[in-house]
């Protein structure tokens, strides 16, 4: 009876677990749609056209549209194939994308880890997404495909400096590598503030880790069709778009926690109802970063490879190796470091 009785409750933890996931994976999967909506209408705006205004009121269900074509597509596999690592790599870069929700808090108490390490397992998720980028292009056996994901895969590495080099001053600043204690560490001031240098060569990078407008050689259409997912179709490129803006949307939340006190407010705007609204605060600063990602877009053009490696070693890691130098120095100096 008594081995009953703890079958029972296991199963019952584990519903509410698997529930607990599927809430925070639910939500994300919906925003990652709308985003798509968002770039297209933002894209049309910038250039003063209409954009998707067909599918449903203003166009909101375009995605879900987008979603059915593909979905019902044929899926083409080269015969000279892997065929296991060519459905691997979509769906690890999914996978990847969105196993960093899991430590993000969306309030006081409001997360499905608080790790305490938090910080590495989002840079060690980072990395970890090389592979399907990687795999994507050796696997289907092309030159195109292969040629992207080799550039990707330098670019993504490149840039990876750059992040850790931005999340090592947070980290120094702070004196913890925890989310939730980053946070409360911008309660008087958000660290966009003291450190926008910082935060001016950290969204260069993510820019470059998602692949992004100037950063995106390796999906440019004038020169390598689509780069390393170019031969995929169907289903599985349908797991390289989801993975894409998923990774969006996750560095633009980590970036508001990171530089705009997550969701905190300054203490002179908190009352009584402020731990009401604290996912609204934080899906409103998300909201503010992805807005970014689409306005340089359509703004900035697209540089070249040599330009792109060139930028990241020789103007930006010199400067984020002076700031990892600098900052520890003013904290010793004046004696204010947390450690």
């Not at 994507?136 to 040629?147: E, P």
């Not at 994901?149 to 004196?175: F, K, P, Q, V, W």
């Not at 060569?201 to 004038?222: G, H, K, M, N, V």
Request: hydrophobic share 55%; net charge negative.
């Amino acid at each position: 009876m008594l081995g009953i009785h703890t079958n029972g409750i296991g199963l019952i933890n584990l519903i509410f677990n698997l529930i607990d996931v599927l809430s925070v994976i639910l939500p994300v999967l919906l925003a990652v749609a709308f985003m798509t909506i968002i770039e297209r209408k933002q894209l049309a705006a910038h250039q003063r056209r209409v954009g998707p205004n067909t599918v449903g009121y203003y166009g909101v269900l375009q995605p879900f549209a987008d979603a059915l074509k593909l979905i019902v597509k044929e899926t083409v596999i080269p015969s000279q194939s892997n065929k296991v690592l060519f459905y691997l790599a979509p769906v690890s870069t999914l996978i990847f994308s969105l196993l960093g929700w899991g430590i993000i808090p969306f309030g006081q108490g409001l997360s499905l880890s608080d790790f305490s390490l938090g910080i590495l397992y989002t840079l060690a998720l980072s990395s970890l997404g090389v592979y399907g980028v990687l795999l994507a292009g050796w696997s289907a056996n092309s030159k195109y495909a292969f040629l992207g994901s080799l550039r990707s895969t330098a670019a993504m590495i490149s840039y990876e400096l750059i992040l850790s080099s931005a999340i090592l001053i947070i980290i120094l600043l702070t004196g913890s590598l925890n989310f939730t204690t980053i946070i409360e560490s911008q309660q008087a001031i958000w660290f966009i503030v003291p450190l926008s240098p910082v935060f001016i060569f950290y969204f260069i990078a993510i820019l470059a880790e998602t692949s992004r407008t100037p950063f995106d050689l390796q999906e440019a259409e004038s020169e390598l069709v689509a780069g390393f997912f170019t031969e995929h179709s169907s289903v599985p490129f349908v797991f390289f778009f989801l993975g894409e803006y998923s990774s969006i949307v996750l560095f633009s939340c980590i970036t508001a926690i990171l530089f705009l006190g997550g969701y905190n407010l300054p203490e002179i705007f908190i009352n009584d109802s402020f731990i009401n609204i604290q996912s609204i605060i934080l899906g409103l600063k998300t909201c503010i970063f992805c807005f970014f990602f689409v306005w340089f877009r359509a703004t900035l053009p697209r540089l070249r490879y040599d330009q792109l490696i060139d930028l990241c070693w020789l103007n930006l890691l010199p400067v984020a190796v002076a700031f990892i130098i600098l900052i520890p120095s003013i904290l010793v100096a004046f004696d204010i470091a947390p450690y």
